[in-house]
């Protein structure tokens, strides 16, 4: 990252950059006693994979979920494509463009890997009852297209030899695989992922990295991503934000947030007064 | 054939009739149960509550008239028009949405995240709430329905049976009618759960609300969604039951029937609901038929409890559940 002007930025592998998606203003938010996230700010841009890390209990996901409308921050502003975001619920958040995986993976398990996929363009669909009962017109037009789409997304990902298969029976670096592909067959404007490597193998690991790198070069899709573990992030991320104790303490490409003292400390478990 | 088996077989023909309307009444109480994990204690007075406003319209009484007598003096007490029966159920049905959505606006939207007894004990509230709210407003007399369904003995299949097998079936014309619409209504619902876009967004809320909430689906919205179906499931029966014998308190208790199916079917099964009204139908008139005369009858009251019961000490995830084990 060479300068960090209004409309972007050029990545070191060449990547365009765009302007500021979603911006988070000064957000604080406490549950009773507990201050999950204090006084952070940061901002997205068009484009990039933005990483957030930090050591178990930093507030991460707290932020995610904040700016996924699951929770509301006591104080502080949320913008989205430069307006400010009144508050909102969950359900409204998605469609406006923007979807989400969890850390600990909310898939429907009663339904087939194509169903769930398919859920993930409700959004898409505007067909009145009636035509939908009848398969006739638009009904007809937007269930061909969102199958076609769901089949797209099913290929990328490689799960096509499990497109028939009940989610609950699949083993767990599959799901969280499904659970992407329901994510991004939105065709989100940003996507938000809450650890999606956590608890897999080096091999799956791998092959979601190169998903998520993929998702990002092929649609251009923006990805704010949760990590725990230092390396995969810094191999991922254009920029990263690190928290602790519900605090930033460094923000930055990379190479930058792992020189910082702060980071280092963090991560190496430093006492803090 | 012999006589014996000729009488099974025009029981267990009533008894499938008799079933497919438990499993209609059963079908209103999965539907709220898997999206929103609530028992509706209330159902069964929706039925009355239905069957009440739609003898109300047609009768074009005027709604809340002693009310309105006792605090002006007033003595109205019908419009004087009579509303066609097709309009009137329309209209019903209008009234049933209404109050899906205030039961939602008012009541379970203060009560999200509460325990499962609690939601309970609300819909137990919501249920007398809606009792006197019936007599308020239509009045707490038995009243007649009658929306022009036949009714007695259907001759054609009387005479039909009776050339073929030397024995008539006797088979009432109002059953036949129920069990065809009850077969309509549920035949839909199923298409409807399974291929439109509410029915998949209805689906997606039964099995995770999180995962509903972030793929767009408002819960408010399939809440009042699965409420309404359930009021238009009470309505059928309420018209259906409200014809065989009028509109009355005792009609709320259709629901103790669907109880059975339940602890038969499982609670969160469609197919379960179905197939458990189905069994416990023929299994209370097949049962009465041959153990009745041994015992001295009247063992319909009982026996879809005992099958229940006997369900839930052996089989306590129903007919099509998975078995639940729990991970220590
Ligand atoms: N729904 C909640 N209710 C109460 N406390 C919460 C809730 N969600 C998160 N917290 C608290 O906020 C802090 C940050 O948690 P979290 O955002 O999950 O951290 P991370 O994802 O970085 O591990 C923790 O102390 C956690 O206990
Ligand atoms: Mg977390």
Redesign the interface.
Known sequence: MLDDTSDGYITTDGRRIGGVLMEMRNITLRFGGVVAIKDISFDIREGEIRAIIGPNGAGKSSMLNVI?G?YHPQEGEVLFEGKPRPPM???QV??QGI??T?QNI??????SVL?NV???R??K?N?G?LA??LWYGKAEREETENRIKAERVIDFLEIQHIRKTPVGRLPYGLKKRVELA??LV?EPRLLLLDEPMAGMNVEEKEDMSRFILDVNDEFGTTIALIEHDMGVVMDLSDRVVVMDYGKKIGDGPPDEVRANQDVIDAYLGVAHD | MPEQLLFAMEVTLNGLMAGVMYSLVALGFVLIFKASGIFNYAQGVMALFAALTLVGIMDGQVPFSHLINAIFGTEVHNFGWHVPAFLAILLTMVVMVGFAWAVNRFVLRHLVNQEPIILFMATIGLAYFLEGFGDLMWGSDIKKLDVGLPQGINTAIDDVTFNLLGYGFFIDNLDIVATVIAIILVTLLVLFSQYTKQGRALRAVADDHQAALSVGISLNMIWVLVWSIAGFVALVAGIMWGAKSGVQFSLSLIALKALPVLMLGGFTSIPGAIVGGLIIGVGEKLFEFIVGPMVGGATENWFAYVLALLFLVFRPQGLFGEKIIERV
């Open positions: 996924s699951f619920k969950p359900y998605a469609r979807a989400r969890f909310a898939l429907f398990n009663g339904m169903d398919m859920t993930g409700l959004t669909m067909a009852l939908q009962g329901r994510a939105a």
